[in-house]
């Protein structure tokens, strides 16, 4: 969950728009994934490599919808308020959601070779997956490779520009349109990566790019819209939160994602990492 | 006679920045006051926190000899203290004469007072009249040119038929034959009123024309407080405030970047 | 005078839909009985995007007025097992109010019983307006995508307690039918008649209303609030009172019409109303809608039915995707809403 909040945030954070087509790339990251990995699997080659497949499958997805839903319509839409692009962003969700059911299918797909092949580990009585640890494991991987890239390198010197103030990065000459550009298309293949590792955990099937949005949204609220550390703080607190409410009471578990979320923002109306306002008059 | 507006040992810091320091003031009824200083000396935060937009790190801010301290705007406004602002604040897809309407209705409504619509738009009128607005009434606030949307933004504050009118950099952005004219205006509508006036303003000449008293900010504090022809010719003033501008013909171009 | 057009369009409306009722076909019926209790909702929705805000919630009180609306005795009770599980003194305000607030559910039901389609209206309106009320408290302070998001949160927060409530069918929901109009019993034909020319007039009558609150005193204000928040707080007025009476104000309306879907479709469950894709279809059709009339609403709710019936029917593979290039085009080319077709919007530099 992490690794899609990150994106979304990032998206936020650095384009103002709340992406509700993020679903969409997690599901077609699933979607595509468990094709790709099961077809792989299921011609004998190197089942370790499957992983490999997985990865591959995501960032590819991520590369090729997020150019073309930026540069072919977000692009001409940033002039607009926030609400009529984060309305648009749910018209592309929309028409993604049947894009992938004309070409996947309507069935549910399960590659579950990936997740079962790593085996079990246990601490004391509880009993894990392994493949739980792999995927904190690359969600801790690549929130400390984004915190590095953002803090050392000059391209995210350069997003954390844009992030903090548009107009000012422009008047110092940053290319602002690629920033988004890159900003998109990054933020579509963590989605879509996202998807591709948690497919073998579970089937794929329709629905699941709308099921997800609506926790990346509490998760990407809580912690402060376009706060990296907040998305990662507010990853963990919703995952928590879900565990217990699983294994207390089941039925409560979407329920109480949002109640945290109304209590956080009763608290801190603008999330746990909210940057501060500055002067207006 | 109790000071129409004290401030007593206001402060207010942001942090490691001191954006007023131990200010001490009392305003006279009636007077017109300018506040001089170059930018970022305390002069919006003086206003600031005499409106409530900034509550003191410590401190007191008194009117008519009540403590309105720590109150917010609607309040502050309500009791009889209202300001223009450096970037006008209108109603953007609203015209001028619903500006105004809006405006007038809100004052009505929070001094209570018995405003029938009738009484509401002859008020209107006098505003545009006084304002000479009047080829400007239908038009949206989003379209004004910059000057008319400062004339637009001091009307509203004044249609709020305040005892303390406060007027941060009336005449930026303003071309410098106009601002006289301004000025005039703006004076001629207040004074038939028995109004208290303090104005923030970066042109020496203005300040010299129309106020009776000058305040002078540096850093935060009050640096000299007396009639214009002495605190003009102060040594330090002239170092920390004029001084910044070499000769009077800069002063609209520093006052409009502000 | 643009004020008299609107009140003769919606008088000829009113007259039109009344007159030919009872030769329309059985889906000509419904279809119009859905685009009224839709464009209800959506008056309540424009008014709080004149004031500046947009709810992906509204959901919330459209399920609660469906759900008031089909099950009142249910409601009634669960109110008073409510309040008598804080027996403790302290707790007495909190019994007071619910006691009160169930007190009143029981007076309407009393003269015409649950099943008679006045009391179905007015016991959503009357729970969407407590609901309301208590939680405009908290969103009014906020704005933007804050609002949004908080008013997303409670609908979501409705909709899983609803689905973990079997007493109220948990997923499923349930069933219910109209027997009766202010005590005058109803035949199933004429129950569905009756539900088409009460939608009707409660249309115009929310209309009306709106349309002349709008030019009063607060609905002025509503606009003022949304150019410039800051300068209406420093002329002396309570942005936060105004925005909690919109909310109120648009909780009911939106109550309303939640009732009078429950009537016309005969079935309430969480999934099609306290869901956010029914907030973002009540959002998506102000959006399409705008907020230049009163009488827009229903347009937009017209077309986005009339759309998504046609999708479902010739493309059900593909509805979700005709909508969602319905909505683009919308976005793109007709920024104002539908309504700039006929008359050309105010719009700031």
Same mark, same amino acid.
């Given at each position: 969950m992490f690794v899609i909040a990150v994106g979304l945030t990032l998206i936020y954070g650095v384009m103002k728009i709340l992406n509700v087509a993020h679903g969409s790339m997690y599901a077609l990251g699933a979607y595509a994934a468990s094709t790709f990995a099961g077809y792989w699997l299921s011609h004998g080659y190197a089942p370790y490599a499957s992983y490999a497949a997985l990865v591959a499958a995501a960032l590819l997805v991520g590369l090729v919808a997020g150019p073309i839903i930026e540069r072919g319509l977000l692009r001409f839409m940033y002039g607009r308020d926030e609400v009529?692009?984060?309305?648009?962003?749910?018209?592309?969700?929309?028409?993604? %959601?049947?894009?992938?059911?004309?070409?996947?299918?309507?069935?549910?797909?399960?590659?579950? %070779?990936?997740?079962?092949?790593?085996?079990?580990?246990?601490?004391g %009585?509880?009993?894990?997956?392994?493949?739980?640890?792999?995927?904190?494991?690359?969600?801790?991987?690549?929130?400390?490779?984004?915190?590095?890239?953002l803090n050392h390198t000059r391209q995210g010197k350069i997003l954390r520009a844009v992030i903090h103030d548009r107009e000012m990065s422009m008047a110092l000459g940053i290319n602002v349109s690629r920033v988004y550009f890159v900003t998109f298309t990054i933020g579509a293949m963590l989605a879509a990566l996202g998807g591709a590792l948690t497919a073998p955990t579970t089937s794929v099937q329709l629905g699941i790019g709308a099921e997800v949005i609506v926790l990346a949204f509490a998760i990407v609220v809580i912690g402060g819209l376009g706060s990296l550390s907040g998305a990662a703080l507010g990853a963990l607190i919703v995952g928590l939160v879900r565990s217990a409410a699983v294994h207390y009471r089941p039925e409560v578990e979407l329920f109480s994602v949002y109640m945290v979320m109304a209590v956080v923002l009763i608290v801190r109306p603008k999330g746990l990492f909210a940057a501060p306002e500055a002067r207006k008059i | 006679m109790t000071p129409v507006l004290e401030a007593r040992d206001l402060n207010k810091s942001f942090g490691a920045v001191t954006a007023a320091a131990q200010i001490n003031v009392q305003i006279e009824r009636d007077s017109v006051v300018g506040l001089i200083g170059s930018n970022g000396a305390g002069k919006t935060t003086f206003i600031n926190l005499v409106t409530g937009y900034l509550t003191p790190t410590s401190g007191q801010v008194l009117y008519l000899g009540r403590e309105i301290t720590g109150l917010n705007p609607r309040r502050i406004t309500q009791l009889g203290i209202c300001r223009s602002f450096q970037i006008p604040q209108l109603f953007n897809s609203l015209?001028?004469?619903?500006?105004?309407?809006?405006?007038a209705g809100?004052?009505?409504?929070?001094?209570?007072?018995?405003?029938?619509?009738?009484?509401?738009?002859?008020?209107?009128?006098?505003?545009?009249?006084?304002?000479?607005?009047?080829?400007?009434a239908g038009q949206l606030a989003g379209q004004l040119p910059e000057g008319v949307r400062k004339l637009l933004d001091i009307a509203m504050a004044v249609a709020g038929r305040p005892k303390v009118l406060l007027l941060d950099e009336p005449t930026s952005g303003v071309s410098a034959e106009e601002k006289f004219r301004l000025m005039d205006m703006v004076m001629g509508a207040l004074t038939a009123e028995g109004v208290t006036v303090l104005f923030v303003e970066h042109d020496m000449e203005i300040v010299g024309r129309y106020t009776h008293r000058v305040l002078a900010f540096y850093e935060g504090r009050i640096i000299a407080d007396g009639d214009p022809a002495t605190v003009l010719n102060d040594g330090e003033v002239r170092r920390y405030v004029i001084g910044m501008q070499n000769h009077p013909a800069h002063t609209e171009s520093t006052g409009a970047a502000h | 005078m643009r004020r008299d057009r609107t009140l003769l369009y919606l008088t000829a409306a009113l007259v039109i839909l009344i007159a030919i009722g009872p030769v329309l076909p059985q889906w000509a019926l419904s279809f119009v009985s859905v685009v009224l209790y839709l464009g209800i909702v959506v008056l309540g929705m424009a008014l709080l995007m004149r004031t500046g805000l947009v709810s992906f919630g509204q959901g919330l009180y459209y399920c609660l007025g469906a759900y008031a609306a089909g099950a009142t005795p249910v409601l009634i009770g669960l109110v008073e097992s409510f309040g008598r599980s804080f027996p403790q003194p302290q707790w007495m305000p909190l019994r007071l109010v619910l006691n009160a607030f169930s007190g009143a559910l029981r007076l309407i039901q009393t003269p015409f019983g649950p099943?008679?389609?006045l009391t179905m209206v007015l016991a959503g309106a009357l729970l969407a307006v407590a609901v309301a009320a208590v939680l405009g408290l908290l969103l009014a302070r906020y704005r933007g995508i804050f609002f949004a998001m908080l008013s997303l949160a409670f609908s979501m927060i409705l909709y899983g307690l609803l689905v973990r409530t079997s007493e109220l069918g948990s997923t499923d929901g349930f069933g219910l039918s109209v027997k009766s109009f202010a005590g005058i019993a109803l035949s199933s034909h004429w129950?569905?008649?009756?539900?088409?020319?009460?939608?009707?007039?409660t249309a115009f009558a929310c209309a009306?209303?709106?349309?002349?609150?709008?030019?009063?005193?607060?609905?002025?204000?509503?606009?003022?609030?949304?150019?410039?928040?800051?300068?209406?707080?420093?002329?002396?007025?309570?942005?936060?009172?105004?925005i909690h009476l919109n909310y109120i104000i648009s909780a009911a309306l939106a109550g309303v019409g939640g009732a009078l879907m429950a009537a016309t479709i005969g079935h309430v469950d969480p999934e099609t109303t306290a869901n956010w894709t029914t907030s973002g279809d009540f959002v998506f059709i102000t959006i399409l809608s705008g907020t230049g009339s009163v009488l827009a609403p229903f347009l937009g709710a017209g077309i986005f039915e009339a759309v998504r019936t046609f999708a479902l029917q010739y493309v059900p593979n593909t509805w979700q995707m005709t909508l969602?290039?319905?909505?683009?085009?919308?976005?793109?080319f007709l920024p104002d809403g539908l309504w700039s077709v006929f008359v050309r919007q105010r719009r700031s530099a």
């Amino acid at each position: 969950m992490f690794v899609i909040a990150v994106g979304l945030t990032l998206i936020y954070g650095v384009m103002k728009i709340l992406n509700v087509a993020h679903g969409s790339m997690y599901a077609l990251g699933a979607y595509a994934a468990s094709t790709f990995a099961g077809y792989w699997l299921s011609h004998g080659y190197a089942p370790y490599a499957s992983y490999a497949a997985l990865v591959a499958a995501a960032l590819l997805v991520g590369l090729v919808a997020g150019p073309i839903i930026e540069r072919g319509l977000l692009r001409f839409m940033y002039g607009r308020d926030e609400v009529v692009l984060v309305l648009i962003t749910y018209a592309v969700f929309l028409i993604l %959601e049947d894009v992938t059911k004309l070409v996947f299918g309507v069935d549910p797909i399960l590659v579950a %070779e990936p997740y079962g092949m790593l085996g079990n580990f246990r601490i004391g %009585e509880l009993v894990y997956p392994v493949y739980s640890l792999v995927l904190v494991a690359v969600s801790v991987l690549a929130g400390v490779a984004l915190a590095l890239a953002l803090n050392h390198t000059r391209q995210g010197k350069i997003l954390r520009a844009v992030i903090h103030d548009r107009e000012m990065s422009m008047a110092l000459g940053i290319n602002v349109s690629r920033v988004y550009f890159v900003t998109f298309t990054i933020g579509a293949m963590l989605a879509a990566l996202g998807g591709a590792l948690t497919a073998p955990t579970t089937s794929v099937q329709l629905g699941i790019g709308a099921e997800v949005i609506v926790l990346a949204f509490a998760i990407v609220v809580i912690g402060g819209l376009g706060s990296l550390s907040g998305a990662a703080l507010g990853a963990l607190i919703v995952g928590l939160v879900r565990s217990a409410a699983v294994h207390y009471r089941p039925e409560v578990e979407l329920f109480s994602v949002y109640m945290v979320m109304a209590v956080v923002l009763i608290v801190r109306p603008k999330g746990l990492f909210a940057a501060p306002e500055a002067r207006k008059i | 006679m109790t000071p129409v507006l004290e401030a007593r040992d206001l402060n207010k810091s942001f942090g490691a920045v001191t954006a007023a320091a131990q200010i001490n003031v009392q305003i006279e009824r009636d007077s017109v006051v300018g506040l001089i200083g170059s930018n970022g000396a305390g002069k919006t935060t003086f206003i600031n926190l005499v409106t409530g937009y900034l509550t003191p790190t410590s401190g007191q801010v008194l009117y008519l000899g009540r403590e309105i301290t720590g109150l917010n705007p609607r309040r502050i406004t309500q009791l009889g203290i209202c300001r223009s602002f450096q970037i006008p604040q209108l109603f953007n897809s609203l015209t001028v004469s619903e500006n105004l309407a809006v405006g007038a209705g809100i004052a009505a409504r929070s001094a209570r007072r018995e405003a029938s619509e009738r009484g509401q738009t002859a008020q209107v009128e006098q505003l545009i009249e006084r304002f000479s607005l009047r080829g400007y009434a239908g038009q949206l606030a989003g379209q004004l040119p910059e000057g008319v949307r400062k004339l637009l933004d001091i009307a509203m504050a004044v249609a709020g038929r305040p005892k303390v009118l406060l007027l941060d950099e009336p005449t930026s952005g303003v071309s410098a034959e106009e601002k006289f004219r301004l000025m005039d205006m703006v004076m001629g509508a207040l004074t038939a009123e028995g109004v208290t006036v303090l104005f923030v303003e970066h042109d020496m000449e203005i300040v010299g024309r129309y106020t009776h008293r000058v305040l002078a900010f540096y850093e935060g504090r009050i640096i000299a407080d007396g009639d214009p022809a002495t605190v003009l010719n102060d040594g330090e003033v002239r170092r920390y405030v004029i001084g910044m501008q070499n000769h009077p013909a800069h002063t609209e171009s520093t006052g409009a970047a502000h | 005078m643009r004020r008299d057009r609107t009140l003769l369009y919606l008088t000829a409306a009113l007259v039109i839909l009344i007159a030919i009722g009872p030769v329309l076909p059985q889906w000509a019926l419904s279809f119009v009985s859905v685009v009224l209790y839709l464009g209800i909702v959506v008056l309540g929705m424009a008014l709080l995007m004149r004031t500046g805000l947009v709810s992906f919630g509204q959901g919330l009180y459209y399920c609660l007025g469906a759900y008031a609306a089909g099950a009142t005795p249910v409601l009634i009770g669960l109110v008073e097992s409510f309040g008598r599980s804080f027996p403790q003194p302290q707790w007495m305000p909190l019994r007071l109010v619910l006691n009160a607030f169930s007190g009143a559910l029981r007076l309407i039901q009393t003269p015409f019983g649950p099943s008679d389609l006045l009391t179905m209206v007015l016991a959503g309106a009357l729970l969407a307006v407590a609901v309301a009320a208590v939680l405009g408290l908290l969103l009014a302070r906020y704005r933007g995508i804050f609002f949004a998001m908080l008013s997303l949160a409670f609908s979501m927060i409705l909709y899983g307690l609803l689905v973990r409530t079997s007493e109220l069918g948990s997923t499923d929901g349930f069933g219910l039918s109209v027997k009766s109009f202010a005590g005058i019993a109803l035949s199933s034909h004429w129950a569905r008649y009756t539900i088409y020319a009460f939608s009707a007039v409660t249309a115009f009558a929310c209309a009306i209303a709106l349309h002349r609150y709008s030019f009063s005193y607060r609905g002025r204000l509503a606009g003022a609030i949304r150019d410039n928040e800051l300068r209406v707080e420093y002329m002396g007025a309570s942005v936060r009172n105004v925005i909690h009476l919109n909310y109120i104000i648009s909780a009911a309306l939106a109550g309303v019409g939640g009732a009078l879907m429950a009537a016309t479709i005969g079935h309430v469950d969480p999934e099609t109303t306290a869901n956010w894709t029914t907030s973002g279809d009540f959002v998506f059709i102000t959006i399409l809608s705008g907020t230049g009339s009163v009488l827009a609403p229903f347009l937009g709710a017209g077309i986005f039915e009339a759309v998504r019936t046609f999708a479902l029917q010739y493309v059900p593979n593909t509805w979700q995707m005709t909508l969602g290039i319905t909505m683009l085009l919308v976005i793109m080319f007709l920024p104002d809403g539908l309504w700039s077709v006929f008359v050309r919007q105010r719009r700031s530099a």
